[in-house]
């Protein structure tokens, strides 16, 4: 049966309200205020059994203790957990395991006591047996671990003081101790149903195998014993109960990695000398089933055939078998340079050198420069044919990768050598594709000149690419060495029709594939196509049903189904014989919901269910069809539901209930049509207590297109420094979210044609104030509201986030956090110039606010802050400097150490408060503040913060 929804707002709200009636009043409903920010409630990770029998979610509050709740999909209490997180239901399904934090309070008294991290409170750890409910703790402990696969085994990290564990008896014993200067850490084996356990002293790392059949882990030598010699990794058969020492010595042990049905272990060792600067990493091989294997032998190291010269093997790359077991996968590296230790720091320079010819600037390669230090390069032995590496990657192309099996032939290899110093300009690069043969490491060049998505089959019969500079989509077949493009002639675009920056449109993506790489799924902007990868065949899945109703329709693929094996994620495989389940967006509406396709037939989507909300965190049951997501609107908080198919859902949780005495607000879709004639749209927001005979001042927040969150809801939460919505409306203002589109060259006109002709068209309402309108953007929205307020004397304030407001400067400088020169954001991307400060110079100071401030009349608040790795904080600077001078109304905002975005939520609570006092001030006739009024000085900095 078809959920019935409401047609209308008024409806809406009654729909979500009504379950929070018996906590309001008759009464007014009151404002929100800045001391309901700690309770505010969210879902945070939620779960669903294999089985669908059991789910658990966590209800957060922004600051305080969480609870985890355990119940069933007819809800059927099961247990709740204070404090509770990082749950998992176990193999065998008849536990769930879980992390106890420790109270938020004893948590802040300790870090106000500066307490260290051993003594700092420590989680607890949480087993529910879901047959009875019945709930064990444990304490002290650091982490756990449960098998993928069936199994009755859990593994957990304890730390303790007390003396050396028995690691020949079983000890079901508990420790409530009190944290020792040295807590040891103890790993516990334990059988879930009968509570017996194995444990292990001066363990820290520990894995379990895919099928919970066996566990190694590695034991750290006592403090003061200089050989080890019980340190090493160890092999623990959970069927016999017995541990094999299979490498001794102390030292470091990584990548651990079994097979998947566990006949095979691999692993890197380092076990030179703890003061050694250049580490030697070894490739080690166990087969646990031959017993006339004790310990691990090396397989690899730098001396084996294939290994090149001054190249060694890499602690730092990813070891996996491939799923028949016949391949070992391993990173190697370069023998790095070791720094002479012999030299004295203070008596040379310390320099960087930018040379023109290098690949990246010095700011990316500070950056980077450890992930370039741990740099691997692919590799691959074949364990049962002898002592043989073959390099699969190298310098020259650095990027290969494997199917999720990794059992076929090629692998797909990619590079951009040679082509990097355009990204300085570009801001990506284009790629040469290879088919690399995991058999003797030849490679065969695919393509040349790519710039777009990149992918390999999941049977690694076919490399698939998206090529940005045609729109096109491709697919190489590598048995035949031919390629085709698969949307040749095709009437629709299979790249982002919505681009409106300088640059080639991205793709929509690959949707999946189906079993043998038969077909390949992919998205346009509304429907799904399938087309044969060898270019023979194509259809349209969704029968064309998305763009003749402007609707988004997605293959929905559930987290249950995916995952991934050693850092490779699980490709997603399209059964086409069952119902496809497909989420869908109105681009007219902005409703979402479910319809139902089928992968075989030419037959529209049939809907199941639509309406004004959205959807997330879909979870589904891997045996079972019982389904998890949470739904939300703008005046529904994002709550927990379950349903069996979409049509019939049943609510597990209400948390916000105090939202019901507070004053919130209703959110609906306006239109209109700009000077130039160009359809519109954005979002107003009105108080619920919203009376047409008021007149109400106006704030406009805005980025780009925000249109399409018309049913989000928005937690009254300190901001990052954009506009807090929900807590504006609820305090009597409206607020307006205009979409913007954008004219190549002139984005600040652009922002003039929608932000202000929208303000007009409100501005005819009875009900608005006209001479009370505000503006608030952060970062480019800080940049438009800088621009907007040098062209227009309609706004009464305006408050402006990380505005960039010298194009000209800003374009040769860094972006900190990642170390890339701007000029790419400046030609291709937000910015939308199209052109370089030397080719177009007007279009960089036409678009530039700082050239035109003394224009400015509206009192302006600036946030700028002195760590800011995106926007540099001299732009704020500059703005505020140069407004100072012409005697203009300016307020700069100073977070120190943060960055773009505030962080710290004792600065978002700061910013929240800051905002209102200010937008009151100026749109409402309040009083200024203090920090309004006169500022507050250096030597009244952490005393006095002018509230």
Same mark, same amino acid.
């Given at each position: 049966?078809?959920?019935?929804?409401?047609?209308?707002?008024?409806?809406?709200?009654?729909?979500?309200?009504?379950?929070?009636?018996?906590?309001?009043?008759?009464?007014?409903?009151?404002?929100?205020?800045?001391?309901?920010?700690?309770?505010?409630?969210?879902?945070?990770?939620?779960?669903?059994?294999?089985?669908?029998?059991?789910?658990?979610?966590?209800?957060?509050?922004?600051?305080?203790?969480?609870?985890?709740?355990?119940?069933?999909?007819?809800?059927?209490?099961?247990?709740?957990?204070?404090?509770?997180?990082?749950?998992?239901?176990?193999?065998?399904?008849?536990?769930?395991?879980?992390?106890?934090?420790?109270?938020?309070?004893?948590?802040?008294?300790?870090?106000?006591?500066?307490?260290?991290?051993?003594?700092?409170?420590?989680?607890?750890?949480?087993?529910?047996?879901?047959?009875?409910?019945?709930?064990?703790?444990?304490?002290?402990?650091?982490?756990?671990?449960?098998?993928?696969?069936?199994?009755?085994?859990?593994?957990?990290?304890?730390?303790?003081?007390?003396?050396?564990?028995?690691?020949?008896?079983?000890?079901?014993?508990?420790?409530?101790?009190?944290?020792?200067?040295?807590?040891?850490?103890?790993?516990?084996?334990?059988?879930?149903?009968?509570?017996?356990?194995?444990?292990?002293?001066?363990?820290?790392?520990?894995?379990?195998?895919?099928? /919970?059949?066996?566990?190694?882990?590695?034991?750290?030598?006592?403090?003061?014993?200089?050989? /080890?010699?019980?340190?090493?990794?160890?092999?623990?058969?959970?069927?016999?109960?017995?541990?094999?020492?299979?490498?001794?010595?102390?030292?470091?042990?990584?990548?651990?990695?079994?097979?998947?049905?566990?006949?095979?272990?691999?692993?890197?060792?380092?076990?030179?000398?703890?003061?050694?600067?250049?580490?030697?990493?070894?490739?080690?091989?166990?087969?646990?089933?031959?017993?006339?294997?004790?310990?691990?032998?090396?397989?690899?190291?730098?001396?084996?055939?294939?290994?090149?010269?001054?190249?060694?093997?890499?602690?730092?790359?990813?070891?996996?078998?491939?799923?028949?077991?016949?391949?070992?996968?391993?990173?190697? =590296?370069?023998?790095?340079?070791?720094?002479?230790?012999?030299?004295?720091?203070?008596?040379?320079?310390?320099?960087?050198?930018?040379?023109?010819?290098?690949?990246?600037?010095?700011?990316?390669?500070?950056?980077?420069?450890?992930?370039?230090?741990?740099?691997?390069?692919?590799?691959?032995?074949?364990?049962?044919?002898?002592?043989?590496?073959?390099?699969?990657?190298?310098?020259?192309?650095?990027?290969?990768?494997?199917?999720?099996?990794?059992?076929?032939?090629?692998?797909?290899?990619?590079?951009?050598?040679?082509?990097?110093?355009?990204?300085?300009?570009?801001?990506?690069?284009?790629?040469?594709?290879?088919?690399?043969?995991?058999?003797?490491?030849?490679?065969?060049?695919?393509?040349?000149?790519?710039?777009?998505?990149?992918?390999?089959?999941?049977?690694?019969?076919?490399?698939?690419?998206?090529?940005?500079?045609?729109?096109?989509?491709?697919?190489?077949?590598?048995?035949?060495?031919?390629?085709?493009?698969?949307?040749?002639?095709?009437?629709?675009?299979?790249?982002?029709?919505?681009?409106?920056?300088?640059?080639?449109?991205?793709?929509? /993506?690959?949707?999946?594939?189906?079993?043998?790489?038969?077909?390949?799924?992919?998205?346009?902007?509304?429907?799904?196509?399938?087309?044969?990868?060898?270019?023979?065949?194509?259809?349209?899945?969704?029968?064309?049903?998305?763009?003749?109703?402007?609707?988004?329709?997605?293959?929905?693929?559930?987290?249950?189904?995916?995952?991934?094996?050693?850092?490779?994620?699980?490709?997603?495989?399209?059964?086409?014989?069952?119902?496809?389940?497909?989420?869908?967006?109105?681009?007219?509406?902005?409703?979402?919901?479910?319809?139902?396709?089928?992968?075989?037939?030419?037959?529209?989507?049939?809907?199941?269910?639509?309406?004004?909300?959205?959807?997330?965190?879909?979870?589904?049951?891997?045996?079972?069809?019982?389904?998890?997501?949470?739904?939300?609107?703008?005046?529904?908080?994002?709550?927990?539901?379950?349903?069996?198919?979409?049509?019939?859902?049943?609510?597990?949780?209400?948390?916000?209930?105090?939202?019901?005495?507070?004053?919130?607000?209703?959110?609906?879709?306006?239109?209109?049509?700009? #000077?130039?004639?160009?359809?519109?749209?954005?979002?107003?927001?009105? #108080?619920?207590?919203?009376? #047409?005979?008021?007149?109400?001042?106006?704030?406009?927040?805005?980025?780009?297109?925000?249109?399409?969150?018309?049913?989000?809801?928005?937690?009254?939460?300190?901001?990052?420094?954009?506009?807090?919505?929900?807590?504006?409306?609820?305090?009597?203002?409206?607020?307006?979210?205009?979409?913007?589109?954008?004219?190549?060259?002139?984005?600040?006109?652009?922002?003039?044609?929608?932000?202000?002709?929208?303000?007009?068209?409100?501005?005819?309402?009875?009900?608005?104030?006209?001479?009370?309108?505000?503006?608030?953007?952060?970062?480019?929205?800080?940049?438009?509201?800088?621009?907007?307020?040098?062209?227009?004397?309609?706004?009464?304030?305006?408050?402006?986030?990380?505005?960039?407001?010298?194009?000209?400067? =800003?374009?040769?400088?860094?972006?900190?956090?990642?170390?890339?020169?701007?000029?790419?954001?400046?030609?291709?991307?937000?910015?939308?110039?199209?052109?370089?400060?030397?080719?177009?110079?007007?279009?960089?100071?036409?678009?530039?606010?700082?050239?035109?401030?003394?224009?400015?009349?509206?009192?302006?608040?600036?946030?700028?802050?002195?760590?800011?790795?995106?926007?540099?904080?001299?732009?704020?600077?500059?703005?505020?400097?140069?407004?100072?001078?012409?005697?203009?109304?300016?307020?700069?905002?100073?977070?120190?150490?943060?960055?773009?975005?505030?962080?710290?939520?004792?600065?978002?609570?700061?910013?929240?408060?800051?905002?209102?006092?200010?937008?009151?001030?100026?749109?409402?006739?309040?009083?200024?503040?203090?920090?309004?009024?006169?500022?507050? #000085?250096?030597?009244?900095? /952490?005393?006095?913060?002018?509230?």
């Amino acid at each position: 049966m078809k959920i019935q929804f409401p047609t209308r707002k008024q409806t809406i709200f009654f729909l979500c309200i009504v379950l929070l009636t018996p906590y309001a009043t008759h009464a007014q409903k009151k404002p929100l205020d800045h001391s309901v920010y700690d309770g505010w409630q969210s879902i945070g990770a939620s779960g669903i059994s294999p089985d669908g029998h059991f789910i658990y979610y966590t209800i957060t509050p922004q600051e305080g203790d969480a609870q985890l709740i355990i119940t069933t999909p007819d809800q059927q209490h099961v247990q709740k957990i204070d404090r509770g997180t990082q749950a998992s239901f176990s193999a065998d399904k008849r536990f769930l395991v879980a992390l106890i934090r420790p109270f938020f309070s004893e948590t802040r008294e300790a870090r106000i006591k500066k307490k260290k991290p051993d003594e700092m409170p420590k989680d607890s750890l949480a087993i529910v047996n879901l047959e009875t409910a019945a709930l064990a703790k444990v304490a002290r402990v650091t982490s756990y671990k449960v098998p993928e696969e069936t199994s009755e085994y859990i593994a957990y990290i304890s730390e303790s003081p007390s003396a050396a564990a028995d690691t020949t008896k079983t000890d079901t014993t508990r420790t409530d101790e009190p944290p020792h200067k040295k807590p040891v850490p103890i790993l516990h084996i334990q059988h879930l149903p009968s509570g017996e356990e194995m444990t292990f002293e001066r363990v820290d790392t520990y894995y379990f195998n895919k099928a /919970g059949t066996a566990l190694v882990f590695v034991r750290n030598a006592a403090e003061k014993d200089s050989i /080890g010699a019980d340190a090493g990794l160890y092999y623990y058969d959970l069927a016999t109960h017995e541990s094999h020492h299979i490498s001794r010595g102390k030292g470091v042990y990584k990548n651990i990695a079994f097979d998947e049905p566990a006949l095979q272990l691999a692993f890197t060792a380092d076990k030179s000398p703890e003061k050694s600067l250049r580490k030697a990493f070894k490739l080690y091989y166990y087969v646990p089933r031959q017993h006339t294997q004790d310990t691990a032998i090396v397989i690899a190291d730098a001396r084996t055939n294939g290994i090149p010269p001054n190249w060694y093997i890499s602690g730092e790359g990813n070891v996996r078998f491939s799923k028949n077991g016949e391949k070992l996968f391993f990173g190697i =590296a370069p023998v790095p340079r070791i720094k002479d230790t012999t030299l004295v720091e203070f008596e040379h320079a310390n320099v960087d050198i930018w040379h023109w010819k290098d690949d990246y600037l010095q700011t990316q390669q500070l950056v980077n420069l450890r992930r370039e230090q741990n740099r691997s390069y692919l590799a691959v032995t074949y364990p049962q044919q002898g002592r043989r590496v073959i390099p699969l990657a190298d310098e020259q192309l650095p990027e290969v990768r494997l199917t999720y099996d990794a059992d076929n032939e090629f692998a797909l290899g990619t590079t951009d050598v040679g082509r990097r110093i355009e990204t300085q300009w570009v801001g990506g690069s284009f790629q040469d594709i290879y088919a690399v043969s995991t058999t003797d490491g030849s490679r065969k060049k695919v393509a040349e000149n790519i710039r777009g998505s990149i992918a390999l089959s999941p049977t690694g019969r076919y490399i698939t690419w998206f090529n940005r500079s045609d729109s096109s989509w491709y697919s190489h077949t590598l048995s035949s060495g031919s390629t085709v493009r698969l949307n040749s002639d095709l009437p629709v675009s299979f790249a982002d029709e919505d681009n409106d920056v300088p640059d080639e449109p991205n793709g929509y /993506g690959i949707a999946g594939w189906s079993a043998d790489d038969e077909e390949v799924f992919i998205n346009d902007k509304y429907d799904i196509w399938g087309f044969s990868p060898d270019g023979t065949q194509r259809r349209i899945l969704t029968n064309g049903a998305g763009r003749s109703n402007q609707i988004t329709f997605r293959y929905t693929h559930f987290p249950e189904d995916a995952g991934s094996y050693h850092g490779q994620r699980k490709p997603i495989i399209i059964d086409l014989k069952k119902p496809l389940i497909l989420s869908a967006f109105n681009h007219t509406n902005k409703e979402s919901g479910w319809y139902t396709g089928n992968g075989r037939n030419r037959r529209d989507p049939r809907e199941i269910v639509m309406g004004p909300f959205r959807y997330h965190a879909v979870q589904k049951a891997t045996e079972a069809e019982n389904y998890l997501y949470t739904k939300e609107n703008y005046v529904c908080a994002p709550d927990l539901y379950t349903t069996p198919d979409f049509s019939h859902e049943t609510q597990l949780s209400h948390i916000n209930p105090q939202q019901a005495t507070y004053n919130w607000g209703t959110a609906e879709l306006i239109k209109w049509t700009t #000077p130039r004639g160009y359809a519109a749209e954005g979002i107003l927001y009105k #108080p619920e207590d919203f009376d #047409p005979t008021k007149k109400y001042p106006v704030i406009a927040y805005f980025y780009e297109r925000l249109s399409d969150g018309l049913h989000t809801y928005i937690p009254p939460t300190p901001t990052p420094s954009r506009l807090n919505i929900s807590f504006f409306v609820s305090n009597g203002y409206l607020v307006f979210a205009p979409d913007i589109r954008y004219e190549i060259g002139y984005p600040g006109r652009s922002a003039e044609e929608y932000v202000n002709s929208g303000m007009e068209e409100l501005k005819k309402q009875p009900w608005v104030d006209g001479e009370k309108l505000g503006i608030q953007g952060q970062s480019w929205g800080g940049y438009q509201v800088a621009h907007l307020i040098t062209r227009t004397h309609m706004y009464a304030a305006a408050w402006a986030g990380a505005p960039v407001v010298n194009m000209t400067s =800003a374009y040769g400088g860094i972006r900190w956090g990642s170390g890339m020169n701007r000029q790419f954001q400046y030609e291709r991307t937000q910015s939308r110039i199209g052109a370089t400060l030397w080719e177009n110079p007007d279009l960089y100071i036409e678009n530039s606010p700082l050239f035109h401030l003394s224009n400015v009349t509206t009192p302006v608040a600036i946030m700028s802050n002195d760590a800011d790795g995106a926007v540099p904080w001299y732009q704020g600077i500059e703005m505020f400097t140069a407004l100072r001078r012409l005697q203009k109304p300016v307020w700069l905002l100073n977070y120190n150490g943060e960055a773009h975005n505030l962080v710290q939520r004792q600065n978002r609570k700061d910013i929240q408060r800051r905002e209102l006092e200010f937008f009151d001030h100026f749109l409402k006739g309040q009083p200024a503040a203090p920090w309004i009024d006169k500022g507050v #000085p250096a030597v009244l900095k /952490g005393i006095d913060w002018g509230f």
